[in-house]
């Protein structure tokens, strides 16, 4: 199974997704071996104005997802070392750790694929570039990709109008210009539409959901 590392930031961006009935975290635990650093749980509570009622949700999912490993203080020393040795090391830590506990599954040998799940297009720019520039072990989804790929997974689980609604309700969320939100939007119905009519002619298979 692959292994999701998802950032506080997508989780916000998410928090009210539904999938058919599923809410999006059990969708998530159904189609990944979900894992986050020590990190997560602390800004999960940070930011639990931006999770409505579901922060008691969320932070429960990112506790059972939470992954503890030997040396990690190595780990992010390391990354904090040859990727900003100047660099405060209070900022980012969310993404360091997240890279670190990819990093560590990559030396464990892991089956799967690592993807590391973050809307925060100023850390893909930054520390998440440099990683995958130097590693070249993990890939980097937005939560867009997320549902997109959730729409392929559990169709025809998932209506297509809700997945549309669930698009246009995330990728604002993700941040940008009008004009970039804008052809966000068109470009994943597009995208999306493109889906539908590939997928309505395969022959169908067993549901992933129950």
Same mark, same amino acid.
């Given at each position: 199974?692959?292994? #999701?590392?998802?950032?506080?930031?997508?989780?916000?961006?998410?928090? &009210?997704? @539904?999938?058919?009935?599923?809410?999006?975290? &059990?969708?998530?635990?159904?189609?990944?071996?979900?894992?986050?650093?020590?990190?997560?749980?602390?800004?999960?509570?940070?930011?639990?104005?931006?999770?409505?009622? +579901?922060?008691?949700?969320?932070?429960?999912? !990112?506790?059972?997802?939470?992954?503890?490993?030997?040396?990690?203080?190595? @780990?992010?020393?390391?990354?904090?070392?040859?990727?900003? *040795?100047?660099?405060?090391?209070?900022?980012?830590?969310?993404?360091? +750790?997240?890279?670190? %506990?990819?990093?560590?599954?990559?030396? $464990?040998?892991?089956?799967?694929?690592?993807?590391?799940?973050?809307?925060?297009?100023? =850390?893909?720019?930054?520390?998440?570039?440099?990683?995958?520039?130097?590693?070249?072990?993990?890939?980097?989804?937005?939560?867009?990709? #997320?549902?997109?790929? !959730? /729409?392929?997974?559990?169709? *025809?689980?998932? *209506?297509? !109008?809700?997945?549309?609604?669930?698009?246009?309700? !995330?990728? *604002?969320?993700?941040?940008?210009?009008? =004009?970039?939100?804008?052809?966000?939007?068109?470009?994943? +119905?597009?995208?999306?539409?493109? %889906? /539908?009519?590939?997928?309505? =002619?395969?022959?169908?298979? $067993? $549901?992933?959901?129950?």
């Amino acid at each position: 199974m692959n292994i #999701l590392i998802p950032d506080t930031s997508s989780l916000i961006n998410i928090h &009210d997704i @539904y999938v058919g009935q599923n809410h999006i975290i &059990d969708v998530l635990s159904e189609l990944f071996d979900v894992q986050v650093s020590k990190e997560i749980p602390h800004e999960v509570r940070r930011h639990k104005n931006k999770l409505g009622h +579901y922060d008691k949700q969320m932070l429960q999912f !990112v506790r059972q997802a939470r992954r503890s490993f030997h040396r990690q203080k190595d @780990y992010e020393n390391l990354l904090l070392k040859h990727f900003s *040795p100047g660099g405060n090391p209070d900022r980012n830590r969310g993404e360091r +750790y997240n890279c670190s %506990l990819a990093l560590y599954q990559v030396r $464990k040998r892991v089956t799967g694929q690592i993807i590391m799940l973050i809307d925060d297009m100023r =850390a893909c720019r930054g520390l998440l570039e440099w990683y995958n520039e130097h590693f070249k072990t993990t890939a980097t989804w937005t939560s867009l990709d #997320l549902l997109l790929h !959730v /729409y392929l997974v559990t169709y *025809p689980k998932w *209506p297509q !109008v809700q997945a549309r609604v669930a698009l246009r309700t !995330v990728i *604002p969320r993700m941040g940008g210009t009008q =004009a970039e939100i804008t052809k966000r939007i068109q470009n994943s +119905y597009s995208y999306l539409q493109e %889906l /539908y009519t590939m997928l309505r =002619a395969l022959p169908r298979v $067993k $549901k992933v959901l129950r």
